[in-house]
Structure formats: structure tokens, C-alpha cells
């Protein structure tokens, strides 16, 4: 039989030894045994990295998104500096609501605003299903960056329709979520139906990036964390679940993250994931007892520590690292996004620290 020596899986379906399928990200979430722990941080790509605030020091945010060119650059320079194990394709979780006909931008400083809120069944109507053609320069980015990634696996990634509803009916970034609730609470039918097309919008956003060729799928629900256990499983899960579920015969893992979900971690896990993230409030062993002994967990250092002196650094990772053997696949991450203001030393030194203090010989398996 020829063995296929350019695609992720060879033509068996056992993924190709060595390639990205059969990475240390890919094996941990699936919880398979891995010579490493393996290691990548959320917001890698971005203001932490000097060539990137140079690329982007004339082209805006949603303009750079919708570069193939960009998007391959960017995403390539994380892996280069830190020898990360994983790449996470540079878009934003808007950028396929912006595909979908709604009027937003990026605002520098403070996130996605949108003209027009959502908040009538009129509005809802403004959301248009997208297609493979609405997000093509996606497809194509995808594409370029698996050739240059090599054996380094892609992770794509969309938002939960929680947290893309949060900024489509406050109109931006909110600390209580006030509004959004107001509706949720007010009136649950057209919250669902909101949450419906956002779910649909979402499963194609992923589809696309993994028939280009992703390795595996984080969804963000970022904000999930101001809700309830009842409300989140009342007026969220039947959508995350629609969206995780609608890609269980894909074939790549699924990571499903939140901040400040502790109490939410076991229903994030029923949503359908392979790999459930922690924020740093939870250690990783309290979080395993809550998500249960059939998945992995990814995280949870805390973004500020990365800006204290190493030795705090050094204590936190080891730390880290001791609590996540209570779980049957751990991914080493940081418990949100590394902030603008990081040191991109102090990220090159905790993966150089990750692979180091994790490795083991293949006989121990
Ligand atoms: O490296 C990576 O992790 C991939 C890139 C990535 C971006 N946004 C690029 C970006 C990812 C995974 C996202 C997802 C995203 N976007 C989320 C979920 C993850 C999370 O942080 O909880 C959310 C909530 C958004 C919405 C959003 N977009 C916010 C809150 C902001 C920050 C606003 C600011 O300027 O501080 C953005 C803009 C954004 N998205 C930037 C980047 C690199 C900064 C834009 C810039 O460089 O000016």
C-alpha cells in the first residue's frame, strides 16, 4: 500500500507518524500518550510580538484577518519565536458575523463594535447564513499555512453563540452583559432563535477551516462565566452542544473554553468536547474531579504571572504541570489570552520549560 506522506491521516486512517495528527497537541487531546507535554498560549500571535505590531501598524484588524498572506505571516510567527506545538490561525471570532452581513469593526483598545445591535426578530433576520464562498480567504489562509506548518498541527477555532450574542446585542465589549441577558431572560424564544443562527453560522465557520485542512477546533465562549449552571444549561448548551456535536464525525479534537467557569466545566464538557479549558481559578486537578476521567483539559496559567519575575514563573509551571497528571490529557496554556504588555522571553522560556520538565522517554509511554 502507498503510505500518503503529504495529508495529516494516511490513507489506513491511522494518522501519519509523525505528522501533525499524530503530534503531541493532537495525542494529549485525545489522550494518548505523548513525549511531551504539549504547549501553546491563547493570543500567541499578536501585540506580545514586535513583527506583529509591525505588520499591523498599517492595516486594520479586520482588513488583516481577510489577508491570506497576513493571516499565514502571523500565524507563522509564534511557532518561529517559541517552538510551540501548536500554530492557532490568526482571524477573530467576529470575523464570520462580519461575513454573515452584520455592519462591525475592531476597535484597537477595545474589541469588536457593532453599528447596529442585535435585538429585535428583525435584527436576528440581518444574519445571514454564510457559505464556503463568504469566508474563501479562510480557506485559502488554511491551506497555505498546513503546507508551511509541516508537522505542526493548525488549531481553528470559532466563537460559542453565547459570547458572539454577548457583543451582537450589547453592540460591544460589556462587563455585566446586562443587555444581553435582558433579552436572554425576557425573551427566551428569540434568544434561541439569535443562538439558533449563530450555532449554524458557526458549525460552517469550522467546517470550512477543517476541510482546509486544521488539525483541531477550539470554540471560545469567553464570557460563559457570568452565567448560572441552570442558565447556561437552560439558554446555552442545546447551541454549543448543536455546534460541538455537528462536528463529531470531522475527525479533529474539539477544546471548548471559557473564563471564570469553574461551575461550568462539567456542562462544557457534555457540550460534546474532547478537551475542556481551565482558567487559572480552578486547578487542574479540582477541574478533572469536576469534568470527569474521559477528557483532557487545557490550561491554566495565569496571563499576569507571566509578568512577575521568572522564579514565580518557574513555581507556577512546575505546579501546573504536577496537577494536570491528575488528568488523562493535559495541553499546557495559559488560563486566558497573553496580555499585550508580555515579555515574548517569558513565553519562549515556560515552552523551553514545558518540554523540559515533561518529557518522557518513550518506554515509559
Ligand atoms: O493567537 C491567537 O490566539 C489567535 C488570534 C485571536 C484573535 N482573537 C486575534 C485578535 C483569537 C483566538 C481571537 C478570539 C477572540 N476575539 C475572542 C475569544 C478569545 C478571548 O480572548 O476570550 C474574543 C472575546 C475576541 C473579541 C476581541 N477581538 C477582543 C476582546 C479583542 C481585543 C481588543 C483589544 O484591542 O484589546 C479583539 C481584537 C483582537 N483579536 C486582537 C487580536 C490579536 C488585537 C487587535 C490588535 O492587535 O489591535
Not at 13 to 36: F, Q, T, V
Not at 284 to 293: C, E, F, K, Q, S
Request: include cysteine; aromatic fraction near 6%; charged fraction near 25%.
Amino acid at each position: 500500500m502507498t503510505t500518503d506522506t503529504t495529508g495529516p491521516v494516511a490513507r489506513d486512517g491511522e494518522p501519519r507518524p509523525g505528522g501533525p495528527a499524530d503530534s503531541p497537541l493532537i495525542r494529549a487531546c485525545r489522550r494518548r500518550p505523548s513525549p511531551h507535554t504539549p504547549v501553546w498560549f491563547m493570543r500567541q500571535a499578536g501585540r506580545s510580538l514586535p513583527e506583529y505590531r509591525e505588520i499591523r501598524a498599517s492595516v486594520p484588524m479586520l482588513e488583516s484577518c481577510r489577508r491570506p498572506d497576513l493571516v499565514t505571516e502571523i500565524t507563522l510567527q509564534p511557532v518561529r519565536r517559541h517552538k510551540v506545538d501548536a500554530a492557532i490561525l490568526f482571524s477573530d471570532i467576529v470575523v464570520p458575523v462580519a461575513a454573515a452581513g452584520v455592519d462591525l469593526d475592531i476597535v484597537p483598545g477595545t474589541g469588536p463594535v457593532v453599528a447596529e445591535p442585535i435585538r429585535t426578530a428583525a435584527d436576528v433576520e440581518r444574519i445571514r447564513p454564510i457559505t464556503r464562498d463568504d469566508v474563501s480567504y479562510v480557506d485559502e489562509a488554511v491551506r497555505q499555512l498546513v503546507i508551511e506548518l509541516g508537522d505542526t498541527p493548525l488549531i481553528g477555532f470559532a466563537g460559542a453563540p453565547f459570547t458572539l450574542a454577548s457583543y451582537l446585542v450589547e453592540g460591544g465589549p460589556s462587563r455585566t452583559h446586562a443587555k444581553t441577558k435582558a433579552l436572554m431572560y425576557g425573551d427566551p424564544e428569540l434568544w434561541h432563535a439569535l443562538c439558533g443562527r449563530l450555532a449554524d453560522m458557526t458549525l460552517t465557520f469550522l467546517r470550512v477551516q477543517i476541510e482546509a485542512g486544521v488539525s483541531a477546533v477550539q470554540l471560545f465562549d469567553s464570557w460563559a462565566g457570568t452565567l448560572s449552571e441552570a442558565d447556561y444549561r437552560r439558554f446555552v448548551l442545546p447551541h454549543s452542544t448543536a455546534v460541538l456535536s455537528g462536528l463529531v464525525d470531522a475527525g479533529v479534537p474539539r477544546i471548548h473554553f471559557g473564563v471564570g467557569t469553574a461551575e461550568l466545566l462539567g456542562a462544557m464538557g457534555e457540550a460534546g468536547a474532547d478537551v475542556v479549558g481551565v482558567d487559572w481559578r480552578t486547578p487542574l486537578d479540582v477541574a478533572t474531579g469536576r469534568i470527569g476521567p474521559d477528557k483532557a483539559v487545557q490550561g491554566n496559567l495565569d496571563p499576569c504571572v507571566l509578568l512577575a519575575p521568572w522564579p514565580v514563573v518557574e513555581a507556577e509551571v512546575r505546579r501546573i504541570l504536577e496537577q494536570g497528571k491528575a488528568a488523562p490529557g493535559h495541553v499546557f496554556n495559559l488560563g486566558h489570552g497573553v496580555l499585550p504588555e508580555t515579555d515574548p522571553e517569558m513565553l519562549t522560556r515556560v515552552v523551553a520549560l514545558v518540554h523540559e520538565l515533561s518529557s518522557r522517554r518513550a518506554d515509559q509511554g
